[in-house]
C-alpha cells in the first residue's frame, strides 16, 4: 500500500507560483511507478494536470499547463513536487495527487491510478 500526502496549496495572487508536493508513505516510490497530479475545480470533472514516470523519467503535462507547470521527483526525499508559474484564476482547483505502478505509457486518466491523497486547494485571485 502506498500513502500519499499533499501539501503546499494556498492563496496566490494571478501571476504567482506555488509548489505542490506529493510524499508517499508505506511502499515508497520504487521500481516501475508513474505520478500524477490532477486537479478539480468545483462543478467540473477532473482534469489531468502532469505526470512523471521512472525508470526513465519522462513526463507528460496538460495543454492548459505546458510552459508553466514542472513535475519533478526528488528520490531522496520520496517526494513528487508540481512547480506551478503564471498561475491565472482559472488554475483554482483542488490538486490531487496519484500514484500508480507498472511499466508503459504515461495515463492521463484517472481511473488508471491506484492510489490518491486527500488534496490540496490551490486558490488563484484574479
Known amino acids: 500500500q502506498v500513502q500519499l500526502v499533499e501539501s503546499g496549496g494556498g492563496l496566490v495572487q494571478a501571476g504567482g507560483s506555488l509548489r505542490l508536493s506529493c510524499a508517499a508513505s508505506?511502499?515508497?516510490?520504487?521500481?516501475?511507478?508513474?505520478v500524477g497530479w490532477f486537479r478539480q475545480a468545483p462543478g467540473k470533472e477532473r482534469q489531468f494536470v502532469a505526470a512523471?514516470?521512472?525508470?526513465?523519467?519522462?513526463?507528460l503535462y496538460g495543454d492548459s499547463v505546458k510552459g508553466r507547470f514542472t513535475i519533478s521527483r526528488d528520490n531522496a526525499k520520496n517526494t513528487v513536487s508540481l512547480q506551478m508559474s503564471s498561475l491565472k484564476p482559472e488554475d483554482t482547483a483542488v490538486y490531487y495527487c496519484?500514484?500508480?505502478?507498472?511499466?508503459?505509457?504515461?495515463?492521463?486518466?484517472?481511473?488508471?491510478?491506484?492510489?490518491w491523497g486527500q488534496g490540496t486547494q490551490v486558490t488563484v485571485s484574479s
Open positions: 496519484a500514484a500508480r505502478g507498472g511499466l508503459g505509457p504515461i495515463e492521463t486518466h484517472e481511473s488508471e491510478y491506484g492510489y
Open positions: 508505506g511502499r515508497t516510490f520504487s521500481g516501475a511507478v508513474m
Open positions: 512523471i514516470k521512472w525508470p526513465g523519467g519522462s513526463r
